[in-house]
């Protein structure tokens, strides 16, 4: 049994919250067991096997637009699960999600959004665009964010890790950000630009591991040159107050929100 592990709890070291802070990101390993991945990753299939239904833009490929046949998608990403299968909410996942963001960032922080990503096998263009999460977001009094990412599979370089660039989080303004594959009623993806001078780490994560990033550390990640999927589970914690701005906004996280509502935020980035 995992010493960092008391039921719910997850213990997070020192140097592991001075490494959020101070570079956007961490790796923290061994947050849910195997028994609980696999758990989880029964329900997870029902979604790729489209057994659960997702309506409209909630299912999608954030590596091509809205019209691209759903057999092509290259990272399918399911919009929103705890809406569509409402017993996942409060499952042990979100449970210890929660511990950590406690410790990473405070009290009063809720669940913004979930969502499944999942590359497709052998698909050199499943690379998520260079981007600032806070770039596709409504601009807040309060930015908070922990932003934890499970690995379903062992995460690599092959098949496509999580990869950041941590001197981001100490710039001033956000990086400009544009539209990847047409404006936000074609394609929800934003990207960003980067700098010769810009050092890039990739953070590969062993299944049942987690990365935690920030609403400002600039990340993105590769194609899957493998002959497996490279599938993650995601959970956003923001601040209660946060996402209650947003949804006064009509904000949801949902790739379903009013176009406009969505055309108002995100795409510029250069003044936040
Ligand atoms: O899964 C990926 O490759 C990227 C995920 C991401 O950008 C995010 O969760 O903010």
Same mark, same amino acid.
């Given at each position: 049994?995992?010493?960092?592990?008391?039921?719910?709890?997850?213990?997070?070291?020192?140097?592991?919250?001075?490494?959020?802070?101070?570079? /956007?990101?961490?790796?923290?390993?061994?947050?849910?067991?195997?028994?609980?991945?696999?758990?989880?990753?029964?329900?997870?299939? $029902?979604?790729?096997?489209?057994?659960?239904?997702? &309506?409209?833009?909630?299912?999608?490929?954030?590596?091509? +637009?809205?019209?691209? #046949? &759903?057999?092509?998608?290259?990272?399918?990403?399911?919009?929103?699960? $705890?809406?569509?299968?409402?017993?996942?909410?409060?499952?042990?996942?979100?449970?210890?999600?929660?511990?950590?963001?406690?410790?990473?960032? /405070?009290?009063?922080?809720?669940? +913004?959004?979930?969502?499944?990503?999942?590359?497709?096998?052998?698909?050199? +263009?499943?690379?998520?665009?260079?981007?600032?999460?806070?770039?596709?977001?409504?601009?807040?009094?309060?930015?908070?964010?922990?932003?934890?990412?499970?690995?379903?599979?062992?995460?690599?370089?092959? *098949? /496509?890790?999580?990869?950041?660039?941590?001197?981001?989080? *100490?710039?001033?303004?956000?990086?400009?950000?544009?539209?990847?594959?047409?404006?936000?009623?074609?394609?929800?993806?934003? /990207?960003?630009?980067?700098?010769?001078?810009?050092?890039?780490? #990739?953070?590969?994560?062993?299944?049942?591991?987690?990365?935690?990033?920030?609403?400002?550390?600039?990340?993105?990640?590769?194609? *899957?040159?493998?002959?497996?999927?490279?599938?993650?589970?995601?959970?956003?914690?923001?601040? +209660?107050?946060?996402?209650?701005?947003?949804?006064?906004?009509?904000?949801?996280?949902?790739?379903?929100?009013?176009?406009?509502?969505?055309?108002?935020?995100?795409?510029?980035?250069?003044?936040?």
């Amino acid at each position: 049994m995992d010493d960092r592990i008391d039921g719910d709890e997850y213990r997070v070291s020192d140097a592991e919250r001075a490494h959020f802070i101070t570079r /956007g990101y961490v790796h923290l390993r061994g947050l849910l067991s195997e028994r609980e991945v696999a758990r989880l990753e029964e329900v997870y299939d $029902r979604f790729l096997r489209r057994e659960i239904a997702v &309506p409209g833009k909630d299912y999608c490929d954030m590596a091509g +637009d809205y019209g691209r #046949d &759903p057999d092509d998608f290259s990272i399918i990403n399911v919009m929103l699960p $705890r809406r569509y299968f409402p017993a996942w909410q409060g499952n042990v996942f979100e449970r210890r999600a929660a511990s950590v963001t406690r410790q990473l960032c /405070g009290d009063g922080m809720s669940i +913004d959004y979930d969502q499944l990503l999942a590359k497709q096998p052998f698909k050199d +263009d499943a690379v998520f665009a260079w981007h600032q999460d806070m770039a596709y977001w409504p601009d807040t009094p309060d930015t908070r964010t922990a932003t934890l990412w499970l690995a379903i599979d062992d995460s690599t370089v092959d *098949n /496509g890790c999580m990869r950041f660039v941590p001197r981001s989080v *100490n710039e001033s303004t956000l990086r400009p950000h544009v539209p990847q594959f047409g404006d936000r009623g074609e394609s929800h993806a934003l /990207g960003a630009f980067l700098r010769p001078d810009d050092v890039v780490v #990739d953070v590969p994560i062993s299944r049942g591991d987690v990365t935690v990033h920030n609403e400002r550390v600039l990340h993105g990640s590769g194609g *899957n040159a493998t002959a497996g999927f490279r599938r993650a589970y995601v959970l956003a914690f923001r601040p +209660d107050e946060t996402i209650a701005i947003e949804r006064d906004l009509g904000f949801t996280h949902s790739h379903n929100d009013d176009d406009e509502v969505l055309e108002q935020v995100g795409v510029e980035g250069e003044s936040r």
